[in-house]
T-cell receptor
Framework: AQSVSQHNHHVILSEAASLELGCNYS??????LFWYVQYPGQHLQLLLK??????LVKGIKGFEAEFIKSKFSFNLRKPSVQWSDTAEYFC????????????FGAGTQVVVTP | EPEVTQTPSHQVTQMGQEVILRCVPI?????FYWYRQILGQKVEFLVS????????KSEIFDDQFSVERPDGSNFTLKIRSTKLEDSAMYFC???????????FGSGTRLTVV
């Protein structure tokens, strides 16, 4: 069965700490991979995406993610977080043979303390 | 930056009533989507829409639901005979290329009482 798993439901860290959020997926075919962020009271925003090529992709606001095909993983990283990174982060996959349907993980709530 | 606009932001309806959730996608986008998120659960795909017809739908999207693009700008989700379990945040999204990520609206919180 298709699934997207995010390793942590809730992460609390201090400003300047490094962040890594894990995401694994299970799907029999080729997928495109995404990380979305939802700041409090706002809509889902695309952080970054991977389709092909260099498995290390850079997104907005200093985020990057690495696709490891052998592990079916697409982990999100940021070397030094800020208070403004407090948000919920969603990993999502889109099968390339679909009409753009996204399957989301459960989300990780990240709280950055000053 | 172009936005996807959803109205209303919050709707309360009585069980059994019909509701229409409205969305204005980004003007040059051709692919439209509805998702929902029940409180505490994952964001779930409902339906995708292209060229004035449904291109894909989930098991959730049964006969209770319908979508329409009544004019050149709006994209609506109709829920007939609402149930308590339809209470959720409903997100509209639009994109210009399927599978390459798209822009979400800020959502409509539907509360069925």
């Amino acid at each position: 069965a298709q699934s997207v798993s995010q390793h942590n439901h809730h992460v609390i860290l201090s400003e300047a700490a490094s962040l890594e959020l894990g995401c694994n997926y299970s799907y029999g075919g080729t997928v495109n991979l995404f990380w979305y962020v939802q700041y409090p009271g706002q809509h889902l925003q695309l952080l970054l995406k991977y389709f092909s090529g260099d498995p290390l992709v850079k997104g907005i606001k200093g985020f990057e993610a690495e696709f490891i095909k052998s592990k079916f993983s697409f982990n999100l990283r940021k070397p030094s977080v800020q208070w403004s990174d407090t948000a919920e982060y969603f990993c999502a996959v889109s099968p390339t043979d679909s009409w753009g349907k996204l399957q989301f993980g459960a989300g990780t709530q990240v709280v950055v303390t000053p | 930056e172009p936005e996807v606009t959803q109205t209303p932001s919050h709707q309360v309806t009585q069980m059994g009533q019909e509701v229409i959730l409205r969305c204005v996608p980004i003007s040059n986008h051709l692919y439209f989507y509805w998702y929902r998120q029940i409180l505490g659960q994952k964001v779930e795909f409902l339906v995708s829409f292209y060229n004035n017809e449904i291109s894909e739908k989930s098991e959730i999207f049964d006969d209770q639901f319908s979508v329409e693009r009544p004019d050149g700008s709006n994209f609506t989700l109709k829920i007939r005979s609402t149930k308590l379990e339809d209470s959720a945040m409903y997100f509209c999204a639009s994109g210009d290329t399927p599978g390459y990520g798209y822009t979400f609206g800020s959502g409509t919180r539907l509360t069925v009482v």
